[in-house]
């Protein structure tokens, strides 16, 4: 199974803005550069992050964005869910059921497979594919130097999920 280029860039700049948390919020026009986007690209990806609350964002000279939730507490599903169309992805058979017609055989098996794999990536935190393969090491820093340096403590996350800094 291949994620989808959107799904791809969405884990991609979660784990950047994971990295680089304790510099506060990371400008969007330095994500795209980075990820070789389009600055429109990558607003239209944050603005499904922001709507599903993975991300607060802060508008001026010196904005950016920033996780709303340590990244133990976020997962790949939550991440794919907010910047493609889960429920599509997850539930060929209600689509089916809800405009009358008959699901063959097919469409139920690719409905169960579809579940079993969100299920799984449900199971996957942010945090955890940082750790693999030495991902934070092409960050710059490794997101376990960055917890154990005690930056950002948990009441930062809290901050920045009731709308502040």
Known sequence: MKLSSRSRHAISAMMELAAQESNGETPIVDMARKYSLSQSSMEQLFAKLRRSGL??????????????????????????????????????????ESLGLDANASDVAWDTISQRIYQ???????????????????????FTEARDAGEPGPDAYAAVAAGGR
């Open 120 to 142: 799984f990536l449900g199971g996957i935190t942010l945090a955890e594919i940082m750790e693999t393969d030495g991902a934070m090491g092409q960050l710059g820093t490794t």
């Open 55 to 96: 991300v607060a964002g802060r508008r001026g000279r010196r904005g950016g964005y920033r996780l709303t939730r340590r990244p133990e507490q976020i997962t790949v599903a939550e991440i794919i869910g907010a910047v493609d169309d889960e429920q599509q992805a997850r539930n060929v058979h209600s689509t089916y």
